[in-house]
């Protein structure tokens, strides 16, 4: 099992580019989430798949658009960067519903740069 | 969900046990306690659970007292490797959709040789 995998693991954009960063897991977890983590802030949740063709919107959804079309796969993308989106984001997966009775996986990061 | 508070940081040696405390006061009944660890350039990995008294695994024991309005994350005898963001999270055990994950700012435990 490769876990949750993310890529790229680095990217630099100019602000108003857009981009998806992308995230794919192995383990046929029904749940997915997406976090940003800045400095001194932890992580925040930006948007959820409790599964395939089910999205929601999580505590900083602004900017951000999801989908889930397979179990699988969960991408993030960004349709205008902001230097505000500067950050470092995670995606996470668990096999229910995503509450602490689930232990949340989390792939390796991709570290944004938006100029 | 119930709001926590831990350390900012927190400083250690080698071969000292470390307790890291966290403050949830206003934890309802149903609600359970989890730590993650987060090492620097890594997402976050979960460590231990618990809900009431002691809970022990391999890696910690997590010390939860009767009124559960705070716990502590025991870690015996750390190493280097243990410098990483511990996480205290508090909510309801079966929260469904609506139950989202809430990472503080954690505690940043630093070990030292």
């Known amino acids: 099992n490769a876990g949750v995998t993310q890529t790229p693991k680095f990217q630099v954009l100019k602000t108003g580019q857009s981009m998806t960063l992308q995230c794919a897991q192995d383990m046929n977890h029904e749940y997915m989430s997406w976090y940003r983590q800045d400095p001194g802030m932890g992580l925040r949740l930006i948007h959820y798949?409790?599964?395939?063709?089910?999205?929601d919107q999580g505590e900083v959804p602004n900017g951000y658009n999801v989908s889930r079309s397979t179990t699988e796969d969960f991408p993030l993308r960004l349709l205008s960067a902001a230097p505000s989106q500067t950050s470092v984001y995670f995606c996470a997966s668990s096999y229910g519903s995503g509450g602490l009775q689930e232990t949340q996986y989390f792939g390796p990061g991709t570290r944004l740069l938006v100029l | 969900l119930a709001k926590t508070t831990q350390p900012i940081s927190m400083d250690s040696y080698e071969g000292q046990e470390v307790n890291i405390t966290c403050s949830h006061n206003?934890?309802?009944?149903?609600?359970?306690i989890t730590w993650y660890q987060q090492f620097p350039s890594q997402g976050p990995r979960f460590i231990i659970q618990g809900y009431k008294t002691k809970v022990t695994n391999e890696v910690a024991s997590l010390f939860i007292p009767a009124d559960r309005k705070s716990s502590t994350l025991s870690l015996p005898r750390v190493s280097l490797s243990d410098t990483a963001v511990y996480y205290c999270l508090v909510g309801p055990f079966y929260g469904g959709a609506t139950n989202k994950l809430i990472f503080g700012t954690g505690t940043l435990l630093a070990v030292q040789p």
């Open positions: 206003n934890i309802a009944t149903n609600d359970y």
């Open positions: 798949s409790v599964g395939a063709g089910i999205t």
